[in-house]
């Protein structure tokens, strides 16, 4: 088993910056990868971005590419999503996720297929 528990979301205004975290605990070694997924008000969950665990590879959805960043930190079971120039489009609450996918597949990774989810931290960008 593993508890997915993510924090930093808030109010921003377009064009501004978010730090979003998500502290991993228990069974981490049972999984390949942790990313990030959003839902938007009406919308479906999407797919955000993808790291290995071991590695720190990385894989982004074209939407957020080079604007957000994914990060982990081994030691600590935490992985980070910074997220620039934002837009009122990424309003959304964002979910933390572990899954043994390999991190480059996560993009055609169906939500319902993951193993692991966060609670959830909303992100609102204000225009």
């Known amino acids: 088993q593993v508890q997915l528990v993510e924090s930093g979301g808030g109010l921003v205004q377009a064009g501004g910056s978010l730090r979003l975290s998500c502290a991993a605990s228990g069974r981490t070694f049972s999984t390949y990868a942790m990313g990030w997924f959003r839902q938007a008000p009406g919308k479906e969950r999407e797919f955000v971005a993808a790291i290995s665990w071991s590695t720190g590879s990385t894989s982004y959805a074209d939407s957020v590419k080079g604007r957000f960043t994914i990060s982990r930190d081994y030691a600590k079971n935490t992985v980070y999503l910074q997220m620039n120039s934002l837009k009122s489009e990424d309003t959304a609450v964002y979910y933390c996720?572990?899954?043994?996918?390999?991190?480059?597949?996560?993009?055609?990774?169906?939500?319902?297929?993951?193993?692991?989810w966060g609670k959830g931290t909303l992100v609102t960008v204000s225009s």
């Open positions: 996720a572990a899954d043994l996918t390999y991190y480059s597949q996560w993009s055609s990774l169906s939500p319902g297929g993951v193993r692991y």
